[in-house]
T-cell receptor, first 116, second 112 residues
Framework: EAQVTQNPRYLITVTGKKLTVTCSQN?????MSWYRQDPGLGLRQIYYSMNVEVTDKGDVPEGYKVSRKEKRNFPLILESPSPNQTSLYFCASRHIGGSGKAGELFFGEGSRLTVL | GENVEQHPSTLSVQEGDSAVIKCTYSDSASNYFPWYKQELGKGPQLIID?????GEKKDQRIAVTLNKTAKHFSLHITETQPEDSAVYFCAASYNQGGKLIFGQGTELSVKP
């Protein structure tokens, strides 16, 4: 089954304790991205990657890191989490097509993070 | 940069009624407009999209209309059913492969 898998789905942590949210896709997609969802703000892009070893900042990258060492995995790293990073996080992936065409964006089921 | 405004933030309708969600975008270069449905506890899923070379697209009970001059687009759901209850997001980008900018989301509740 084609899917984007995130772990953990739920996490409560404390300020300053490093954590990693993993994301894996089995569709051989080139493009992967992380979003955070907050009430009234919709989905905001944190980081994205166009391919292995290629990452770039989205709209709200402060406090986050990512890596893309393998095509299928795109972990989100919070080196020193703070309460304002309490949010619902989504990983997404899609094919990159030619001439401006691209595949549908597929989302994972989300990771709800609480930072105390 | 591109900005997408979505209204209303919440919408409650009776089963069988129609629901309309509206979005406006700021960048006239945007030409791809998808709509995503997010069910409770799940990630958003694409339900319909439209490109700027057409004014309307329909898929069974859902339709999307686009007014390029006014820079707004709308999602129409007819004969609503309880399973239509979800959060709906509009989005805009330059080409399907461009960066998607999402609206704030609309929580639709369909009451039986």
């Amino acid at each position: 089954e084609a899917q984007v898998t995130q772990n953990p789905r739920y996490l409560i942590t404390v300020t300053g304790k490093k954590l990693t949210v993993t994301c894996s896709q089995n569709m051989n997609h080139e493009y992967m991205s992380w979003y955070r969802q907050d009430p009234g703000l919709g989905l905001r892009q944190i980081y994205y990657s166009m391919n292995v070893e290629v990452t770039d900042k989205g709209d709200v990258p402060e406090g986050y890191k990512v890596s893309r060492k393998e095509k299928r995995n795109f972990p989100l790293i919070l080196e020193s989490p703070s309460p304002n990073q309490t949010s619902l996080y989504f990983c997404a992936s899609r094919h990159i097509g030619g001439s401006g065409k691209a595949g549908e964006l597929f989302f994972g089921e989300g990771s709800r993070l609480t930072v105390l | 940069g591109e900005n997408v405004e979505q209204h209303p933030s919440t919408l409650s309708v009776q089963e069988g009624d129609s629901a309309v969600i509206k979005c406006t975008y700021s960048d006239s270069a945007s030409n791809y407009f998808p709509w995503y449905k997010q069910e409770l506890g799940k990630g958003p899923q694409l339900i319909i999209d439209i490109r700027s070379n057409v004014g309307e697209k329909k898929d069974q009970r859902i339709a999307v209309t686009l007014n390029k001059t006014a820079k707004h687009f709308s999602l129409h759901i007819t004969e609503t059913q309880p399973e239509d209850s979800a959060v709906y997001f509009c989005a805009a980008s330059y080409n399907q492969g461009g960066k998607l900018i999402f609206g704030q989301g609309t929580e639709l509740s369909v009451k039986p």
